[in-house]
């Protein structure tokens, strides 16, 4: 249990048989409980120890710098010795590390990234990396965020691995040890906030004992440079002020407001910032008052102005679409309908969160197009860690190449290089905020996330939210090393299974563009392709007899392809160029079109469904043979979730090549599909 609670700072003694000089003592410039730089001190101590069997002292007030670690932001520093050896220009959240044998200075422009830069020296540590170092390095963005959906009864909303590690009861755990452990987890990775509470808010997280009890997980984040967030209920004014409206521009709505925010702060100085997800699935929010949403995001940038804080406003605004017989309805138009149009009238403390693709963590989605839609408006990505549609932590997907493919998308906005990660940083439109925040969902299971092996999708995310341009292998491999050793096998195998595992999933479940083909109905689990038509969800394939996908084009469809700019459109709009693994998100075509690759579409489910199963059933083998070079608590664990996977990988294929054999009536070429 200690071993998936730890995850990749286990700090395990390094199978390397060279051992560092190590330094003879810790100095951390400031000694006071609360202090990142005091954690950072009590972590280099405890990571030595538990690496090399040495018990260093920490001191607040060495004088001396050789054969020491000195930690500490960079005006400490120079208040104990006079001047600072930094070379580079430190950013907030920035680190300066330097490493001469057993001389070691860590410095961080602020206390939170002089822990940050401790976790890296730790993590070359254990990773058998003693060489020298020195370099600067700063975050690409400033909002480095994780959501959680947690209920205040406890239960997490596409939570995969147990109860909150909040929330019980209606309030806050008196028991926080499994949020203070999050938040070191989440310090280690550099992510500075997390919003604690669901998106789909419950008003009694702002009363007083909640608002009391947040507090109290504040201060369990606080050593670990770690803020708080919280989600809001819109009509809140209403539900818990006793107001008569809840419309923004009411002036008794602006007090309340006001108040409730002037109250968190006075129990939490530090908080992040909101969250807000209105007029959506629900939710209430200022259309209902005829008000537009950029009115409904400025009355929480206006609260939280004063404080510093920052509003997070969700772009995953749609209204439910009732009539597929329209074939121009198209719930993928949505947040370029609801927000392109406001763009520039938002506070600049307010950033849209917009999800990666149009609709919903999909396996495989274009790069949402409100990326080129917002020239003046600051915006973050949302990721989902939590796989939701892909597999719910039983299967294994390895997220960073998917994500890469939305980052990395250049969306040519005025037929300029616009790279989505380049906008979200703030860099491509000149904007002061922006970034990331991941939808994560930890639970009270022992291994976090209900799978050992999803760990690394967290860890990734927060190596690619400070540096976009991170390598998905490289970050694996760190990962691997961390948290099962540097044995080779384990972290060839690991990287072949990781690395195949999204394509496999893709395989398995929806090609082409066409969704992940879940049960959208309810659980987003497994397969059920007949729900996704027919259903005010909005998830379209159009699939009947011929044919199937959704027409997006300009020309045809339902417009959606003309809401990226004109280089992008244009690929998008022809089905000639169109890439492969999007035919069916832009065009509706017969079974029988051709691919670029040669295949018809039929042909493609067909293959694809066998070779991803066959993929699936491959891991089970390759995960057998590290069998004693992994304890085997991990061991078998992660075997059962494997042998899981590889049966319903055959569900998948049989329930999705029968579906569409049956729909389309045409054979399969390798006749594995039907009666013979
Ligand atoms: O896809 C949907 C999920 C909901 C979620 C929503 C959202 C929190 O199924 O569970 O609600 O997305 O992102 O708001």
Redesign the pocket.
């Known amino acids: 249990a200690e071993n998936g609670r730890q995850a990749w700072l286990r700090f395990a003694p390094p199978s390397s048989s060279r051992h560092p000089s190590l330094p003879s003592e810790i100095i951390a410039l400031n000694g006071s409980q609360t202090s990142p730089v005091n954690t950072a001190g009590q972590e280099l101590q405890n990571g030595i120890q538990s690496m090399f069997s040495r018990k260093l002292t920490v001191s607040q007030t060495g004088k001396k710098t050789s054969s020491a670690i000195v930690v500490g932001t960079v005006a400490q520093f120079k208040n104990v010795f006079g001047s600072s050896p930094v070379k580079g220009n430190l950013i907030e959240d920035g680190f300066w590390l330097n490493v001469r044998g057993n001389t070691v200075q860590i410095l961080g422009q602020n206390e939170r990234g002089a822990l940050y830069g401790t976790f890296e020296y730790l993590s070359m540590l254990a990773q058998g990396n003693f060489s020298d170092v020195s370099f600067a390095t700063n975050p690409a963005a400033p909002i480095r965020w994780v959501n959680s ?1 947690d209920n205040l009864d406890g239960s997490i ?2 939570g995969f691995a147990g109860a909150s590690v909040f929330f019980a009861g209606g309030s806050v755990k008196s028991d926080l040890t499994r949020a203070a452990e999050y938040a070191r987890l989440l310090a280690s990775i550099r992510i500075n906030a997390v919003v604690v509470n ?3 808010a419950n008003f009694k997280i702002l009363t007083p004992d909640n608002i009391a009890g947040v507090g109290r997980i504040a201060d369990a984040f606080r050593p670990y440079g770690v803020q708080l967030g919280l989600s809001l209920d819109f009509a809140s004014p209403m539900e818990l002020g006793g107001l008569s409206t809840y419309d923004p521009l009411d002036s008794g709505v602006i007090s309340f407001w006001n108040n409730i925010t002037s109250q968190i702060y006075t129990t939490i100085p530090d908080f992040a910032g909101y969250l807000v ?1 209105a007029d ?2 629900g939710t209430p929010g200022p259309l209902v008052y005829n008000r537009t949403l950029a009115q409904g995001a400025n009355l929480f940038a206006q609260a939280l102005k004063p404080h510093g804080g920052t509003l997070m406003y969700r772009a ?1 605004v749609y209204n439910q679409l009732p009539d597929e017989n329209d074939w121009k309805a198209d719930r993928a138009n949505a947040a370029v309908d609801f927000f392109g149009h406001l763009d520039g009238q938002f506070d600049d403390n307010v950033v849209i969160q917009i999800k990666y693709g149009p609709i ?2 999909q396996v495989r989605e274009p790069t949402s197009p409100l990326f080129a839609n917002l020239l003046n408006t600051s915006t973050a990505i949302e990721l989902q860690v939590a796989q ?1 549609y892909l597999g719910q932590q039983t299967h294994l997907v390895y997220l960073p190449p998917l994500w890469k493919t939305v980052t990395d998308f250049d969306l040519r906005v005025e037929n300029k290089s616009s790279l989505v990660r380049n906008i979200i940083t703030g860099q491509r439109f000149n904007r002061p905020l922006g970034g990331s925040a991941a939808v994560v969902n930890v639970g009270l299971n022992d291994t976090w996330l209900g799978s050992h092996l999803a760990m690394s999708n967290l860890y990734a995310y927060g190596r690619l939210a400070w540096d976009w341009t991170d390598d998905p292998v490289d970050m694996l491999q760190d990962w691997t090393r961390l948290t099962f050793g540097s044995d080779k096998t384990v972290i060839d195998t690991i990287t072949q299974m990781s690395m195949e595992s999204w394509p496999a999933y893709e395989n398995y479940s929806g090609n082409l563009g066409e969704q992940t083909l879940n049960d959208i109905l309810y659980t ?1 689990f497994g397969p059920n392709p007949q729900t996704l038509d027919n259903t005010v969800w909005g998830q379209w394939t159009r699939a009947d007899h011929t044919g199937i996908g959704m027409d997006r084009t300009t020309s045809n469809g339902t417009g959606f392809s003309g809401q990226y700019p004109p280089q992008v459109h244009a690929i998008y709009e022809n089905l000639e160029t169109t890439p492969d693994n999007l035919v069916l998100w832009f065009h509706h075509v017969n079974y029988t079109h051709v691919l670029h690759s040669g295949k018809t579409v039929i042909q493609h489910f067909y293959d694809a469904h066998y070779e991803g199963a066959e993929t699936a059933q491959k891991f089970v083998t390759m995960w057998e043979s590290l069998k004693g070079k992994i304890d085997s608590e991990r061991f078998e664990d992660v075997l059962f979730r494997q042998v899981f996977q590889a049966g319903h990988s055959i569900v998948w294929r049989d329930a999705i090549v029968n579906f569409y054999h049956n729909i389309s009536g045409i054979p399969d070429a390798a006749k594995r599909v039907g009666s013979h």
Request: hydrophobic share 30%; net charge negative; charged share 45%.
């Open positions: 959906w909303e596409r669901n998106v789909n997800k959506s699935e995953f919903d963590f939701e987003h």
